[in-house]
C-alpha cells in the first residue's frame, strides 16, 4: 500500500506563491498517475491537476490552466504542484492522490489559505 503525505500548503496573500509536496512511501510511485485534488469548505471536491507516469501528460483544471504546475520526480518519490498567482478562490484542503488501474491512494491533505 502507498502512502502518501502532503507538505507545503500555509497562509499566503493573493497574487502569491505556494509549492505543495507530495512523499511517497515506495519505490512503485513510478508506476502511479498522479493526482492533485482540492475540497473549499461548503464545496465538493475538484480535480486540479494531474500527471502521467512518464510525466509527458500533464492536465489541469481550466480555473488554474496557467498558474499552477504540476510535476513529478520519481527519483525522489516526490510529486509537486507549484501553485502561483494565487486568489482566494484557491483557498482548500489539497490532496494528492495516486491511481493505478482500480487502486487509488489519497494523502491526508494540506490546507493552503489565500488571504490578504
Known amino acids: 500500500q502507498v502512502q502518501l503525505v502532503e507538505s507545503g500548503g500555509g497562509l499566503v496573500q493573493p497574487g502569491g506563491s505556494l509549492k505543495l509536496s507530495c512523499a511517497a512511501s515506495e519505490a512503485t510511485f513510478k508506476r502511479y498517475a498522479m493526482s492533485w485534488y482540492r475540497q473549499a469548505p461548503g464545496k465538493e471536491r475538484e480535480l486540479v491537476a494531474s500527471?502521467?507516469?512518464?510525466?509527458?501528460?500533464?492536465v489541469y483544471a481550466d480555473s488554474v490552466k496557467g498558474r499552477f504546475t504540476i510535476s513529478r520526480a520519481d527519483a525522489k518519490n516526490m510529486v509537486y504542484l507549484q501553485m502561483s498567482s494565487l486568489k482566494v478562490d484557491d483557498t482548500a484542503v489539497y490532496y494528492c492522490?495516486?491511481?493505478?488501474?482500480?487502486?487509488?491512494?489519497w494523502g491526508q491533505g494540506t490546507q493552503v489559505t489565500v488571504s490578504s
Open positions: 492522490v495516486g491511481r493505478r488501474s482500480s487502486v487509488t491512494y
Open positions: 500527471i502521467s507516469t512518464d510525466g509527458g501528460y500533464t
